[in-house]
C-alpha cells in the first residue's frame, strides 16, 4: 500500500492582485484565496498558508512538497524595481542589448520606442577579448581591463552584474574568468553569466535574458530565502520547490541562480492544469482560453502536452505587440496574450469599425457598471446589458452592478454613434471581442503550422465560460471543457506539475560532416548538470529524459526542433537525424527541399519526473435537468430579441445532467453561457461540457 | 436579390475584420515557409486579397512599405493579361518583372483566383524577395536589366492545379540557389491557398456567394474617411527638394504636394533623370514610398486598402529616376525609394509643421559580403571560404515631434537585422567593432538619432569584397525647425583609403572595411533642449563633452556631470 501522505503537496500562487494556494490531500483539495500583499508577498503568502493548514487540518510535518510561483520576478521586470545592473561585455559590442534588430515593431507609428534596456549604455562596460564561433580564442583576455572595472562598480553601487560576451555560449572560459576575478575583490557581488543563464547564439536575446536575470536575481534572492525561512518556521520539512515559465519544477537553489526562470509560471500553471484535463478527458487536440480582466490568453495542447517554445518577451507595452517587449530566451510554454479581457474598452473608430480592446478599464475605473466612475462600455457592460451577467449576483452576489451605468456608457461609445439598439451594440462589442480572439488563435496556429478547427477548447479564467461557447462556434469547435475550481487554476496546475529542468547548448554543427564523439561529449555535459538540479527535488521518483536538436536548412532564419533518441549517438545517426528533420519540416511545413544541406544551431536536454499520471473520466449515467434555480432575459441576437432563459446553480448539478442550450449556469467565480446550439452536460468529473448540437434535418 | 445584400451593419464589421484576419494569416503561412532570409527575418513581403474588379480590400501588416501600392497595381496588370472571366480553376500567375510587380526581379509576385461553385468570386496575392534571379546577384553595378537576372513576364505558374515543370526548370537553371527560389515559388502559391481556404469557408459562414457589398463598403468607407482626413488639411501647393548621392553624381529628389478637396497629388517633375546604373525606380515603387511618406502623417490608422490608397495619387515624368523604364537598371532602386517619405514629409511639414520628424539615414546599409575565389583581386584567395551574405543595418532616423530620433533602426523599411554572431557563424568575417557613433544624431531641441560603426574583417585574412549601396555620405540628413543634419556616411578601410558608397570593391588581405552609417536630422533649436538631456546623452557617450558645449552650449563634463552655472552663462 502506498503511504496517503505522499500525495499531501501545497501549491502558492502569487498573481497581481490575489495569492491562491491550493493544498491536496488524499485526493481532496483546500483552495484559499487572499490578496496580494506587494511590499512583503510573504506575509500573504503566510496568511494564506494557515489559513489552508487550519482549514484541512494536515499538520505541516506531513506535506510533502511545497509548489510556488510568482509574479515578483516579472513584476520587477515591468516597472523597472529591480538592481542597478551592469553589464560586462566584449569591446566594441556594447549597444547589442540596445540596438536589438534594428527594426520598428509598428510599421506606421513614428512614436513608437523600443523597450529602454534595463541596463543604460553608461553602464555597459567592454573587456578586452574576443571568442569566435567555435568558442576559439581570437583575443585573449586582458585581465588588466578587468581589474579596472573594479572601482566602477563601487563607485556606481552596482548590485548585480550580467557578463554577456560574444560567442560565450560556445566557451565560457573567459566568463568564468571575469566572475573569478570580480569575486575575488567583491565577494558579496551578484553575477550572471550568460554563458549559464542562456548559453544560446544570438547575442542580443542572450544579454538581455541575462541582464534580467541579473536584475530581479537580489531582489528574488532575498525574497525566496525569507520566505523558505518562515515556512521553515511554520514547522514544514519538505522541500520548498518552484514553479518555472517552462511548466517544471526547481529547487530553491536553482531559483535563486536563474530567477528569470520564473517569469510567466502562473499562466504555466493554468496550462498544466488544461493539459492535465484534456488527458483525463482523452482529448488529443485542443485550445486552452484563459480570460480574465485584462488580457485572454491561448494555448494550444497536443496529447495533453502544451506546446513549448525558448522566446518569450515580457511586458509588451503597446497593444501587446510582438517586439514591444524585452526578449527573453528561457524555456517556455508558448501562449498568445491579447488585450481582450472583461474590462476591454469599447470604442468607434474613424471609419465608423467597433474596436475593442487593448486597453482596459482595469480594476480602477472598472467596467461603467462597476458604478466606480468608468464612462467607457467595456465587454463586461456589453455582458450585464445581454443578460449574460446578473448584476445583482455578480462575484457571488459580493459586488452590485449597475445596470443604468452600462446602458449609459453602451449608449454613448457605440449605440449613439452607429445608430444601433442598445441590446445590438452590446451584441456587437461581444461579437468584436470574439473576432479578435479567434484571429488570434488561428493566426498563432498558423505560425506553429497547426489547425485550430476540429480541436476542443479548455476555458477557465473568471471572464471564459461567459464567452466560450461564442469563440468556439467562430473556431468551429464542437466542445468546451470547464473545470472546476477554474478561479485557481494556476496554482491547481501547480500540483500536477513534473519536477523538470531543461539545460541548452549552442554548438553550430554541420549535418554533413557529423561527428558523434563531439554531439555526445556536449550531451553528456547537459546531462550533468540536469541531473544535479532535478535528483534533490525528485526524491527518487523515476526520471524521464528528452533531447532535442534546433535544425534549418543552411542559411535559414530560425530553426526547427527536433526530437532525438534518448542513447549515445553514433556518425551512422547523421542520417537518423536527417530522416528525423524531413519529418518535422514536412509535418510542418507540408514538404521539404531536396538537396539543400542542413546545418544545428543548438542542442537541449530536459530531465524531469512523469507527470502525474490523470484518472481518466469515467462514463455517467444520464441525469435529466433539475428545475432551474429561476429564469432570466438573455438577448439573441439571431432572432433580436429577450429570450426567458432557465438558471441553473452549478453546486447544484449532479454527474450525467443534461441540459439543453440555451441556458445559465452560475457559480462564484463565474457564469457560463450555454449559446442556443449547444448543450451542456456535467461529466464524470463534475467539468462542465458545452457540445455543439447535431444538425437535425427537418 | 443576393443573400449578399442582407448584411446588416454588424455582419459588415465582422466580415471586415476577418478579411484583415484572413490576410494576416496568409502573411503569417508565407513567412513560416519562405526559405528567403529577408522574408522570415525581416519581413520583406506582401499579402492582400482583391475583389473581381482588381481593387484590393485588404493587406497584411508587413515588413515593406515599398509593396504597399505596388502589389495593388500589380494584381491589375495580372488582370489586364488574364482577366478573371477567363481564369480556370487550380490555375496560379506569377511574375517578377520590375514593371509589373514591385520594382526589381528580386521580387516574385504570385496571383491565385478564388473558386466559388465554379465562378470566380476574389484573388489572393502575395510578393517575396527570394534569395538569388541570377545575373550579376544583388548590388547597384547593373548597366541593364537584363544584367541583373531572369524576367518571368506573367504567366501560369500552374495550370489546373498542374506546376508548370517547363518554366520551374528555366528558373532553376538561371540562378545560384535553385532549390531555394523553387522552395519560395511554391510558399507563395500555398499562403494564397491558405487564404482562399479561409475565405471560402467565412463566405460559407454568412452565406454569401459574393464579395460585391463588403467590398464596396470597404473601399468607400476607407476612401471617405481618408479624403476627410486630407480635408482637414490646408489646401496649396507645397514644393520641397532632397539632394542624395546618387551613384556616380548628386540626384535631386524634386517633390510637387498638392492638397486639395479630392486628395493629396504627389508629382516629382523637376527630379534628376534615370542613373546609368541599378539604382533606378519603377513607378510603382516610387507611389509606394511616397503615399507611405504621407500615410506616416495623414490617415496612418485607416488599413491599405485601394479605397483608403486612392485620394493620394503620385505621379513622376517618364525618364526620371522615379520612373525609370525598361530596361533600366532597378536591383538597388531602394536605396533611392526609400529616401521618399522624407521628402514627402518636406512638403508635409510646411502644412503641419508640428507633425513631421525630421529627415533621417533613410536608406538601409544592407552591403551584400562576398569572399571565396576569384572574388576580391587576390590570386592567392582561392583556398579561402566561399560566402555571400546579405546583412542589413541602419543609422538613425530624424528626430521626431516631441521625441528623439530612433538610434540605429530602420525607417521607413520595417527590415530587421541579423545577429552578428550568426552571421559569423555563415561567413569567416568578424565584426571587431557594432557601436553607436558619438555626435552623428543631428543637434536639436530633439536630437536626430545616432548612426552606427561597424567595422568587419576577414577571420581567415583574405581578400574579400563588398558590393556597397549606401547613400547620405555625402548630403546629410537635414534638421527641421532649427535642428542641425545628422553625421553623414562614410565608407572606408581602417588603413584609411576611402571607398565608394555604391558599387562592389575589394578588400585586400588583412584589411577592415569601416561602415560609418548617418545620424538622423535633429528637430527644434538645440538651445532649447535641457541641459540635463544633454549631460545625459554625454555621460551614455552618445553626444561628447565638446559637441555639447558647441552646439548645444551646454557645459558637461567628459562623465556627464552637468555644470549648470557654466552652462547658464554660456547659454545666457
Known sequence: MSEPQILNRLAVDIGGTFTDIALETGGILYTIKVPTTPSAPELGVLDGVKMVIEQSGVAPTDIRLIIHGTTLATNALIERKGAKTALITTQGHRDSVEMAYENRFAQYDLDIDRPAPLVPRYLRWPVNERLGPNGEIIVPLNESTVHGLIPLIKDNKIESIAVGLLHGYANAAHENRIAEILLATLPDLKISLASEVCPEIREYERQSTTCANAYVQPLMARYLTRLNEELSALGFQCPFTLMTSGGGLTDLETAIKFPIRLVESGPAGGAILASQIAAECGLNEVLSFDMGGTTAKLCLIDDAKPLMSRTFEVGRVYRFMKGSGLPIRIPVIEMVEIGSGGGSIARVDDLNRITVGPDSAGATPGPACYGHGGTEATVTDADVIMGRIDPDNFAGGKMKLSLQAAETAMDSSVANPLQLERPMAAYAVAEMVGETMASAARVHATEWGKEISGRSMIAFGGAAPLHAGQLAKKLGIDKVVIPTGAGVGSAIGFLRAPVAYEVVRSRFHALGSFNAKFVNSIIDEMRLEALSIVEPAAMGAPLVETRAAYMRYQGQGHEITVKLPVRPLTDADAKIMGDLFADTYTRLYGRIIPGLAIEILSWTLTIGTEASQPIPEMPVEKQPAPPPSGHRKLFDPGQKKWIETPVYERDQLIPGTEIPGPAIIIEGQTTTIVPSGFDAQINGLSYLVLNRQQEVSS | ?572
Open chain 2, 1 to 572: 436579390m443576393s443573400a449578399s445584400y442582407d448584411l446588416d451593419e454588424i455582419q459588415i464589421q465582422i466580415l471586415w475584420n476577418r478579411l484583415l484576419s484572413i490576410v494576416e494569416e496568409q502573411a503569417q503561412a508565407l513567412i513560416r515557409t519562405a526559405f528567403s532570409t529577408s522574408v522570415r527575418e525581416a519581413g520583406d513581403l506582401s499579402a492582400g486579397v482583391f475583389d473581381l474588379k482588381g481593387r484590393m480590400l485588404a493587406q497584411a501588416v508587413t515588413g515593406t512599405p515599398g509593396h504597399v501600392n505596388a502589389m495593388a497595381a500589380s494584381v491589375n496588370f495580372f488582370m489586364d493579361k488574364f482577366p478573371p472571366g477567363t481564369m480556370v480553376e487550380g490555375n496560379v500567375y506569377l511574375t517578377n518583372d520590375p514593371w509589373l510587380g514591385t520594382g526589381h526581379l528580386h521580387d516574385f509576385t504570385v496571383v491565385s483566383p478564388v473558386f466559388l461553385k465554379g465562378q470566380v468570386v476574389a484573388l489572393f496575392a502575395s510578393t517575396s524577395h527570394v534569395v538569388d534571379v541570377g545575373g550579376m546577384g544583388f548590388g547597384p553595378d547593373g548597366r541593364q536589366v537584363y544584367e541583373e537576372g531572369i524576367n518571368i513576364p506573367i504567366m501560369a505558374l500552374m495550370t489546373e492545379g498542374e506546376i508548370n515543370v517547363n518554366l520551374i526548370e528555366i528558373i532553376r537553371v538561371n540562378v545560384r540557389e535553385p532549390d531555394q527560389v523553387e522552395g519560395d515559388l511554391y510558399s507563395l502559391a500555398a499562403c494564397n491557398e491558405t487564404g482562399s481556404r479561409r475565405l471560402l469557408e467565412t463566405m460559407g459562414e454568412f452565406a454569401l456567394d459574393n464579395l460585391d457589398q463588403i467590398a464596396d463598403v470597404i473601399i468607400n468607407r476607407s476612401f471617405e474617411s481618408m479624403l476627410a482626413q486630407i480635408q482637414e488639411l490646408p489646401f496649396g501647393s507645397f514644393e520641397h527638394s532632397m539632394r542624395i548621392d546618387g551613384y556616380d553624381k548628386p540626384i535631386d529628389l524634386v517633390a510637387k504636394m498638392t492638397i486639395s478637396e479630392t486628395g493629396i497629388d504627389v508629382d516629382f517633375s523637376g527630379t534628376s533623370p534615370v542613373s546609368g546604373r541599378g539604382i533606378n525606380v519603377p513607378v510603382t515603387y516610387t507611389q509606394a514610398y511616397a503615399s507611405f511618406g504621407v500615410r506616416c502623417v495623414v490617415g496612418s490608422q485607416i488599413p491599405n486598402n485601394s479605397g483608403s490608397l486612392a485620394p493620394v495619387r503620385v505621379t513622376a515624368p517618364e525618364g526620371c529616376i522615379l520612373n525609370a523604364l525598361h530596361p533600366r537598371a532597378v536591383a538597388a532602386r531602394h536605396v533611392v525609394g526609400q529616401m521618399l517619405p522624407d521628402v514627402v514629409m518636406g512638403c508635409m511639414h510646411q502644412v503641419v509643421p508640428d507633425r513631421v520628424p525630421a529627415e533621417g539615414s533613410s536608406s538601409l546599409w544592407n552591403p551584400v559580403l562576398l569572399g571565396g575565389h576569384g572574388i576580391g583581386g587576390e590570386s592567392e584567395n582561392s583556398k579561402s571560404t566561399p560566402f555571400t551574405i546579405n546583412v542589413f543595418h541602419s543609422g538613425g532616423t530624424g528626430a521626431r515631434p516631441g521625441k528623439d530620433g530612433l538610434s540605429a533602426t530602420a525607417f521607413p523599411s520595417g527590415v530587421r537585422n541579423t545577429p552578428v554572431e550568426i552571421n559569423e557563424t555563415i561567413a569567416p568575417i568578424i565584426v571587431w567593432e557594432k557601436e553607436y557613433r558619438t555626435d552623428s544624431g543631428g543637434a536639436g531641441a530633439h536630437r536626430g538619432g545616432t548612426g552606427q560603426v561597424m567595422s568587419i574583417g576577414h577571420r581567415e585574412g583574405a581578400a574579400w569584397a563588398v558590393s556597397a549601396m549606401f547613400d547620405r555620405c555625402h548630403y546629410p540628413a537635414r534638421g527641421r525647425n532649427q535642428g542641425q543634419p545628422g553625421g553623414m556616411g562614410l565608407l572606408s578601410l581602417k588603413s584609411g583609403q576611402k571607398l565608394n558608397n555604391k558599387g562592389r570593391q575589394n578588400v585586400p588581405s588583412g584589411e577592415v572595411v569601416v561602415m560609418d552609417m548617418p545620424g538622423g536630422g535633429g528637430l527644434g533649436d538645440p538651445l532649447s533642449r535641457s541641459p540635463e538631456r544633454v549631460a545625459w546623452d554625454v555621460k551614455n557617450g552618445m553626444v561628447s563633452a565638446e559637441a555639447a558645449r558647441d552646439a548645444y552650449k551646454v557645459v558637461v563634463s567628459g562623465t556627464g556631470e552637468l555644470d549648470a552655472a557654466a552652462t547658464k552663462k554660456l547659454r545666457a
